[in-house]
């Protein structure tokens, strides 16, 4: 891992810094969608770094935040009844859903495990033939290949136990319905380098086309990030706007095409609501009829739900980069990580999170 | 935290049990972060409520018969119970031998409680009483009071061990937040989140390229070399639950002054660090079992971290920061990349995230 270094080295963010400082003549404002980023720009100081002209603002790619609540709560549905197992990456336990958390269902004696690989959830099954074994795929392309080689294997196993309560979202629609929003104030995108190194980044062409907007695919250490936003400097000063790889040591342009082709074999695109923006056409993944079978909402009833969202939350606001964590009146107060009201709060991507965390 | 009152008062004049976001226990209010903080605060503390325990010490310390004590205690229920680098027996002595090292005392004795579940192979509670045996051994204390319970299988994990012990604080020893100063150093005596690292991999089945070990040892020769060198070391913590990040805030908390410590001093290993930016997880928020913070004046920071060095396990001991008047109660670091940041408290558990 010495490879990373040169990518947390001060005298390259000063460099860094120094260029962006030179080439800024008037305000800009850019988006970093995905949420690594976000707390890679708070757990270093980045701000610190770059002049007042310059504006960060926190995109939607948080996927624990962006879940619906409507998920969260068919989960905690899912994960009470005795006949189940329910697995989840760790930072999805303690998203507040309408009335309790996942590790409030899990401390009541509910089966709820937190896995590291959702391989993980899939052995589970295997070692567990008399329960049903749910794993929570949430995430955004980055993800979805693991997730998604879940249900493969279960597939290829013969495993009649396993379920995958899929809220799978993309990035492409949400620039796209963030773009399209009255009131936008986003000038440039740092694209999700880690998403790109599935997807590839063929995709944001005729985005950065139809809005005029630079679109910077970036990875995730501080020095990547400054260059990121360097680069988008650069095309916003000389008014222009492509798409441009500054992630290029990981992402390729067509992207991993077997992790493609497992995608296209295991999901359908389908619409997604977006906790905190609302429905987006297209914006997601959804298990395909050939899988059907895999579906834990297929599989399970919950019945009706209904849901609580907290009013003094604004964490859409916040998820569309209208408004900073710091602006809303529960921040710090009401809302803390132990005790989240909305899901920024809660993982350390989350914007709210990341400000609470590093002091802002 | 939250605007309203601590306690409620409607359920009438019995003491009421205090307000809480929560109204069950969860993994989080052990861990040693804020829900950890707020049960001492809201439940233990104002019940409690007596001189010694309000200081919120390792170790309660207390005169009797011209002779200054340290007493402390703590339970160990870590899974699994052997890992690479130690057991679960180890881990108890070391443990508490620690906490008494740092109130400035000599461990002198030790009691063990086992709460063993049904069903444990007695090789392996064999393996475990041979190692707190080594482990005393080492660590120059003696084992002399216990006791056993044995719960039905399932009602407990394995085994569960407590262990209380006794020291003796040298005349002029005094450790305390309260002592620090505006200068002085903060040492920090070797290579951070070994213990936590370990006991995750182990516990998920994750490898890594090399292999990671628990940092489990007892600190008090380490400590006694220290205060044979400067007797005015301000304070020591064992940086354990909540990891170094935890200790610091306590301290910086406790002593009303600021912290600014230096990321790129601070003692880590590739494999651990890498570990760590795998998992989402901060090593600075991971458990210790061998480690020890120390503020020290600046005159004598030189010649104890030099001691520190000398011993077994503080050969990889650094001088990470210092303590400054201003931001009373924060710790705030220089990054890597030259940036300041504010280190804050653990909050809930760490949990790995999604991507």
Sequence with gaps: MKY???????????????????????????????????????????????????????????????????????????????????????????????????????????????????????????ENPDKKVV????????????NGMTVAQAHKRGLTNFSLLCSHVLVPPAIEAILSMEGTQVQGFLAAGHVCTVMGYEEYLPLAEKFKVPIIVTGFEPVDILHGIYLCVQQLEAGRFEVENQYSRVVRKEGNPAAKALLADVFDVVDRKWRGIGRIPESGFGISEKYAAYDAERIFDVGDIKVNEPEVCIAGAVLQ???????????????????????????????????????? | MSDKPDIDLSGGFACPIPKSEYDKVLLAHGGGGTLSSQLIQKMFLPQFDNPMLNLEHDGAVFETGGARLAFSTDSYVVQPIFFPGGDIGELAVNGTVNDLAMCGAKPLYLSVGFIIEEGLPLDDLWRIVLSMKTAADKAGVQIVTGDTKVVDRGKGDKIFINTSGVGVIEEGVNSSPKNCRPGDKILLSGRIA?????????????????????????????????????????????????????????????????????????????????????????????????????????????????????????????????VLEENSGRVVMKTSIGSKRVVDMLSGEQLPRIC
Aim: charged residues 25%.
């Design chain 1, 321 to 360: 980069g209208l408004r900073k964590p710091e602006e809303c009146a529960a921040f710090g107060k009401e809302c803390t990580p132990e005790h989240p009201l909305g899901a920024p709060m809660v993982s350390s991507e989350g914007a709210c999170a990341a400000y609470f965390h590093y002091g802002k």
């Design chain 1, 4 to 126: 990373k270094d040169e990518y947390r080295d001060a005298t390259a963010a000063r460099n860094l810094s120094g260029a962006i400082r030179k080439s800024v003549s008037k305000p800009w404002t850019i988006m970093e969608i995905c949420g690594g980023q976000t707390h890679a720009i708070m757990k270093y100081g980045l701000e610190d770094l770059l002049p007042e002209e310059i504006t960060l603002v926190h995109g939607p790619g948080c996927p624990v935040c962006v879940t619906p609540l409507e998920m969260i709560d068919k989960a905690i549905a899912i994960a009470k009844r005795n006949d189940v197992i329910f697995t989840s990456y760790g930072d999805m336990l303690r998203v507040p859903g309408s009335d309790e958390d996942l590790l409030s269902v899990k401390a009541n004696g509910g089966d709820v495990r937190m896995v590291y690989s959702p391989m993980d959830a899939v052995t589970i099954a295997e």
């Design chain 2, 194 to 322: 070994e213990h936590g690292v370990t006991i995750m991999s182990a516990r998920e089945g994750l490898e890594f390229e090399s292999a990671v070990q628990s940092d489990s040892a007892p600190l008090n020769k380490m400590v006694e070399e220290m205060l044979a060198v400067s007797k005015n070391i301000r304070v020591l913590r064992d940086p354990t639950r909540g990891g170094v990040s935890s200790a610091l805030n306590e301290i910086a908390s406790a002593a009303g002054m600021g912290m600014l410590i230096d990321e790129t001093k601070i003692p880590i290993t590739e494999t651990v660090r890498a570990a760590c930016d795998i998992l989402g997880l901060d090593p600075l928020y991971i458990a210790n079992e061998g480690k020890l913070l120390a503020v020290v004046p600046a005159e004598d920071a030189e010649a104890v971290l030099a001691v520190m060095r000398k011993n077994e396990f503080g050969r990889h001991a650094a001088m990470i920061g210092e």
């Design chain 1, 135 to 146: 794993f929570f795929g949430v995430g955004f392309e980055t993800t979805a290949p693991g």
